[in-house]
């Protein structure tokens, strides 16, 4: 019985050591090989979830390219610029969502939940360092290692058919053709608890942490970079958190120049819904935001009062 246990255990350890041995192979290898070529390397590039995955219609916006993608968390986004820049030395701003419902606790869920790790780990798992992964296994170790289990499979197809291209997976503009129901109700932002007497807003310190992450690589390779919000509607349920939502801004990233366009005038039927714009709107939107670009806005010493002064103009008119 005592032999019968040794063998046992033997086989099993030399089973998970195969295994681990494919799997940090396999990662190494997509790692290297992968490629994320954008054509004609635009010199602007914008990360983020589906706000400005919404709003920018980089088809009307010179030089620039939407990178975002819908229920995208930081911690992705991420993993999504370490391949983005190292296989595009052209780019020179890189512009990074920031906004109201990007700071809240449900976002944790956008990192290890099962859904989002279904939809991003298998993509992204190779760019991931040791730390990244922990986190995920930490939080979620059965859907980490199902996810593994999956991802080590794709890519293993991927690297023997030489699918290693990933420019068509990073993202893009999405024209949403609906409009606001003005009758919806105006539902409260999942997980953060919070009060019209006094505001509590359970936070999310990992996807502060990877936003942080995020302007501090693009920092580190000498690239310009902006924190930027897009426009949302006046009766967003996420807004509610602005007094928290600045304190957030401040602590943070006192030094990185904040281009807030939450308060850019657009009619009721221009918004998708309260959070999103509608294709209608993001043509509006993008085709001043191109206006503001050959009017001078990267020349502009202070680009977040120059663009505050230019709204606060298109509301007075």
């Not at 086989?11 to 494919?22: E, K």
């Not at 190494?28 to 919404?54: F, Y």
Request: with cysteine; glycine share 4%; hydrophobic share 40%.
């Amino acid at each position: 019985m005592k032999r019968f246990l040794k063998k046992s255990l033997l086989f099993l350890i030399c089973t998970l050591s195969f295994y681990s041995l494919v799997v940090a192979v396999t990662l190494t290898c997509m790692r290297q090989q992968a490629t994320a070529k954008l054509s004609h390397t635009p010199a602007n590039i914008i990360l983020g979830h589906s706000h400005p995955e919404c709003a920018f219609n980089d088809a009307l916006i010179e030089n620039f390219q939407n990178l975002s993608a819908s229920g995208e968390a930081a911690f992705y986004t991420y993993q999504k610029l370490k391949l983005i820049l190292k296989e595009n030395p052209g780019i020179e701003n890189v512009f990074i969502e920031f906004s109201n419902n990007m700071i809240t606790d449900s976002k944790d869920l956008w990192i290890w939940g099962d859904e989002k790790m279904n939809a991003f780990f298998p993509q992204y798992s190779p760019f991931m360092d040791t730390e990244d992964l922990w986190i995920l296994l930490k939080n979620n170790p059965e859907s980490f290692l199902f996810n593994l289990s999956i991802a080590t499979r794709i890519h293993l197809q991927d690297l023997l058919l030489g699918r290693t291209d990933y420019a068509h997976k990073l993202g893009g503009y999405l024209p949403l053709k609906k409009k606001l129901d003005l009758k919806s109700p105006v539902a409260p932002e999942p997980n953060s608890h919070t009060t019209q007497k006094k505001q509590k807003v359970a936070l999310s310190p990992t996807h502060l942490y990877y936003t942080k992450r995020l302007v501090e690589y693009c920092q580190a390779h000498n690239i310009n970079t902006y924190l930027i919000r897009s426009p949302q509607h006046q009766n967003f349920a996420g807004r509610e958190n602005e007094k928290v939502f600045q304190q957030q801004k401040e602590r943070l990233f006192p030094d990185v120049e904040f281009l807030d366009f939450c308060n850019f005038p657009l009619d009721n039927s221009e918004f998708a819904d309260r959070g999103h714009l509608n294709a209608k709107g993001a043509e509006v939107f993008s085709l001043w935001f191109q206006k503001l670009i050959e009017n001078g806005l990267f020349n502009e010493q202070d680009k977040s009062t120059y663009i505050q002064k230019n709204i606060q103009e298109m509301i007075s008119n």
